[in-house]
C-alpha cells in the first residue's frame, strides 16, 4: 500500500482548514439535500432502524434503486442484481475483488478517479490507463478511442469506465460509448461502470449507462451513489447492479468489506430516488449555473478553462498564468492566496501529460466561488 499512503482530498481539505483557505479541493457540497429526505432518516433512527439492515440491502432501497435504472430501460431484479454498498467506493472495490484476479489487467481512463488505482492494487492485478484526448478546436478532453482498443491485451479481464467523469466534467458520448461497448464484447470483458455523477449532466445533455449498450447487459456492473446526486457524500449509501452470475461475486466480496452499512440512511435514500428526482433536477440546473460563474471567474482571473459537461468538476489549465506545474501550484495556492483546488497530475500514471491542469469543485454557494475567484485574481 506505499504508494497509497494518503488521498489528495483527505490532504488538500485538511491544507484548506490549517490556512483558513477557500476549499474548492476536495469535492462536497456546502448545503444539505432534499429536507424531506433527512426527515426520513431521522424518522428511521426513531423508528429502529438502529441495527443490522438485511445483507444486500433494505429491500425499499433495493427495489428503489431497480426502479430507478429502469429510467434508462436497463432493468435489474431488486432481490438478485441490486446490492447496497458503503458508497461507490465499495461498490468499486468490491467488485474488483470480486471479478478480477492476481495478474489480470484493467483498463482505466486517465486521468482516474484515485481509488481505482488503489483498489485494481488491493486486487492484485495491473492497471493499463488511457488517456483522454483534447478535441481539436473545443478543447473537450474525448475519449481515445484507438488507445484504448491498442492497450487490450490477453490478459486484459477489465474495464473500469466514469461517466460523467471525475476530474475532468467530460461526459461520454453516445459513440465513444458504443465504442467500449463494441470493445468489450469483442474481448470478452466486462465493464465496471462508476456513475456516480448520473444526473450531473449540462446543457441538456443525457447520461447514457453503458449496461444499455447492445451486448453489455450480461457483463456489466453499474455502480452509483446517493452523495452527488442528494448532496449527502457523507451518507455513504451506494449501490451496484448487474446481472446475478457477476453481483453475487460482488456480494461475496463485500459481506467481508463492511458486511453492511448506514442502516437508517437506506430507507431515506430509498424515499429521496423515489420522490426527490425533481429536486435533483433543480439541483443540476443550479450546478450548471455555477459551473458557467466559475468558468467565468477563472477565465477572469487569466486560466484557461476547459469545457465542463457535467460533475461538479472543472478542470483549468495554468499556463497562461505563467505556472507550469499544477501541483507545487496547488501546494503553494493556500498559503499564497487562500484557495484550495486539486491539480489533475494526480489523478494519473503518466502525469506529465497533466502537469498543466487543476481541477475546481463548484458545488459551493456563489458567495464561496465569487471569493475563490477574487482571490485567484491576485495571481494574475
Ligand atoms: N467515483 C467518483 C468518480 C467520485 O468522484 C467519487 C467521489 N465521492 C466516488 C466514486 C465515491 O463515491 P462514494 O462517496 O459514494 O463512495
Ligand atoms: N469524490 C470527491 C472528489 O473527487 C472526494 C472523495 C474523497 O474525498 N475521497 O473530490
Not at 461475486?249 to 468489506?257: D, G, I, Y
Amino acid at each position: 500500500m506505499r504508494p497509497f499512503t494518503s488521498t489528495i482530498f483527505a490532504e488538500m481539505t485538511a491544507l484548506a482548514n490549517r490556512t483558513g483557505s477557500v476549499n474548492l479541493g476536495q469535492g462536497f457540497p456546502d448545503t444539505d439535500g432534499p429536507r424531506a429526505m433527512l426527515d426520513a432518516a431521522k424518522a428511521a433512527i426513531d423508528s429502529g432502524a438502529n441495527q443490522y439492515p438485511p445483507g444486500p440491502g433494505v429491500p425499499a432501497l433495493r427495489q428503489a434503486i431497480a426502479e430507478h435504472r429502469a429510467r434508462y430501460g436497463t432493468r435489474y431484479d431488486p432481490d438478485t442484481e441490486v446490492l447496497v454498498t458503503v458508497g461507490a467506493t465499495e461498490a468499486i472495490a468490491a467488485s474488483l475483488l470480486a471479478l478480477v484476479e492476481p495478474g489480470d489487467e484493467v483498463l482505466l481512463i486517465e486521468p482516474y478517479y484515485d481509488s481505482y488505482a488503489a483498489a485494481v492494487a488491493m486486487a492484485g492485478a495491473t492497471r493499463r490507463a488511457v488517456g483522454l484526448t483534447e478535441e481539436p478546436g473545443t478543447g473537450r478532453l474525448g475519449l481515445d478511442v484507438a488507445a484504448l482498443r491498442a492497450a487490450v491485451t490477453p490478459r486484459t479481464r477489465a474495464v473500469l469506465v466514469n461517466s460523467p467523469h471525475n476530474p475532468t466534467g467530460t461526459v461520454l458520448t453516445r459513440d465513444e460509448l458504443a465504442a467500449v461497448a463494441a470493445l468489450c464484447v469483442e474481448h470478452d470483458l466486462v465493464a465496471i461502470t462508476d456513475e456516480v455523477y448520473e444526473h450531473l449532466v449540462f446543457d441538456g445533455r443525457e447520461h447514457l449507462p453503458l449496461a444499455a449498450f447492445p451486448g453489455m447487459a450480461e457483463r456489466t456492473v453499474t455502480i452509483s451513489s446517493a452523495g452527488k446526486s442528494f448532496n449527502c457524500t457523507g451518507w455513504k449509501i451506494g449501490w451496484a447492479c448487474g446481472p446475478a452470475p457477476l453481483l453475487d461475486a460482488v456480494r461475496a466480496a463485500k459481506q467481508f468489506l463492511t458486511f453492511v452499512g448506514g442502516a437508517p440512511f437506506q430507507p431515506a435514500v430509498a424515499h429521496a430516488l423515489r420522490h426527490e428526482l425533481p429536486w435533483v433536477d433543480g439541483l443540476r440546473d443550479s450546478l450548471q449555473d455555477k459551473r458557467s460563474r466559475l468558468a467565468e471567474g477563472l477565465t477572469d482571473a487569466g486560466f484557461a478553462v476547459r469545457p465542463c459537461e457535467g460533475t461538479y468538476f472543472i478542470t483549468a489549465d495554468v499556463r497562461p498564468l505563467g505556472f507550469d506545474d499544477g501541483e507545487r501550484l496547488c501546494r503553494e495556492l493556500p498559503e499564497r492566496i487562500g484557495v484550495v483546488g486539486v491539480p489533475v497530475q494526480v489523478f494519473a500514471d503518466h502525469p506529465e501529460r497533466w502537469k498543466h491542469l487543476v481541477r475546481f469543485a463548484f458545488c459551493k454557494r456563489d458567495e464561496v466561488l465569487d471569493e475563490a475567484v477574487t482571490r485567484l485574481r491576485k495571481l494574475g
